[in-house]
Structures are given as C-alpha cells and as structure tokens.
C-alpha cells in the first residue's frame, strides 16, 4: 500500500515562492508517474503538473512558465516549485501517484491516478 504525505503549504504574499514536498512510502517510486492536482473552495479538483518515469513533464497553462515539478527517486519525493504566485493560486494541492500512468509525462487527470496524498493549503494574499 502506498501512502503519500504533502508538505510545504502555507501563507504566501502575491510574487512570492513555495515549495510543495510528497513523500511517498511503499512501492516502488521510481516506476510511478507522478502529478499534482489542486482544489479551490467552490471549484472542483484540476490538474497542475505531471512527471513520468523518465523525467518528463507537463503543466497546464495556468501555471506553465512559473511552476516546476521534479522527483527525487532516491528520496521518494516529488516536488512542485512554485513561483510568481497570484492569489488565484490559492487552492488545497495534493500529489497523486499512478501505477498505470508512468510513461511519458505522467498522469492528467484524477480518473489516472491511483493514490493520494491527504492534501496542504497554500494561500496567496494579494
């Protein structure tokens, strides 16, 4: 059984940085795509970025050009670097793992993923 633990959130002003942590127990990491996914209040679960087995990544456009995902296999962790943050950042992100997804980028989408982390606030005030 994997189990995934976020950390890293917290309260941010506009333009600042964070840097989101997951580390995954269990399993074989190095096999697993690798993505987060964030939720707003009011809005449902959306994607932000993916990393497959071999490295490679893919963002969606909100966020593309100011986060960076990356994975540390001999630490069982992925990272989301996050920079430039607006206030419309402002959302629960979660890491989620897939067992089926590893190729090419990772998984997309939450119908991809097979485990999930419990989840870390990050507020952007403006």
């Given amino acids: ?8 959130g917290g309260l941010v002003q506009a333009g600042g940085s ?15 795509g690798l993505g987060w996914f964030r939720q707003a209040p009011g809005k449902e679960r959306e994607f932000v970025a993916g990393i497959g087995r071999t490295g490679a990544t893919s963002y969606s456009d909100s966020v593309k050009g100011r986060f960076t995902i990356s994975r540390d296999n001999a630490k069982n962790t992925v990272y989301l ?17 897939s067992d089926r997804y590893w ?15 419990q989840g870390t606030q990050v507020t952007v005030s403006s």
């Fill in 1 to 8: 059984q994997v189990q995934l633990v976020e950390s890293g």
């Fill in 18 to 32: 964070l840097r989101l942590s997951c580390a995954a127990s269990g399993g074989t990491f190095s096999r697993y």
């Fill in 103 to 117: 190729w090419s980028s990772g998984p997309a989408a939450e119908s991809e993923c097979d485990y999930w982390g």
């Fill in 81 to 97: 670097q996050m920079n430039s943050l607006k206030p419309e950042d402002t959302a629960v992100y979660y890491c989620a793992l």
